[in-house]
């Protein structure tokens, strides 16, 4: 089984390519679960799926003030009224058209890390997925 390498990968936030991405911690979609059991059940409960929730991940970067597209936007997005945009998340699987995992979502947040006399500046931003992620293999 082969795996995929990281090194290459890409964040997109409304179709421009963010700088400096060091991690992404990648979205994680799940259906929480509504117990429908009532007296009349007496051998188990019963349950049944509610609707999916996106969930929320973090991207962290190295702080990049001139990525007035990728960075910056997202910082602006943060604010006022939060506006769904879409994301891409684009390996470097070694196949012609990489594979990805997308969705729309909204910035509802965003951190500096701490900042150092002899260390970097780094901003994470946290993105709440907005509907459905898919996810599409590479294909050769």
């Not at 990648?26 to 929480?32: D, K, Q």
């Not at 509610?50 to 970067?61: K, L, N």
């Not at 990525?67 to 997005?77: E, F, R, T, V």
């Not at 997925?129 to 293999?137: K, L």
């Amino acid at each position: 089984m082969a795996c995929i390498v990281a090194r290459g990968t890409t964040f997109s936030w409304d179709g421009n390519e963010v700088a400096g991405v060091v991690d992404i911690g990648g979205p994680s979609p799940s259906a929480p679960t509504v117990d429908c059991t009532d007296l009349s059940d007496t051998d188990a409960s019963k349950v049944q799926a509610a609707i999916r929730d996106g969930g929320e991940f973090p991207v962290q970067c190295n702080f990049d003030q001139t990525d007035a597209n990728g960075q910056i936007q997202m910082i602006s997005d943060s604010a006022g009224l939060l506006t769904s945009k879409p994301w891409v998340i684009t390996w470097n699987d070694g196949n012609v058209t990489p594979g990805t995992v997308a969705g729309n979502g909204f910035v509802v947040g965003y951190e500096f890390g701490n900042i150092t006399l002899d260390g970097k500046i780094e901003i994470t931003f946290t993105v709440s997925v907005d509907g459905s992620v898919t996810v599409t293999p590479g294909t050769p």
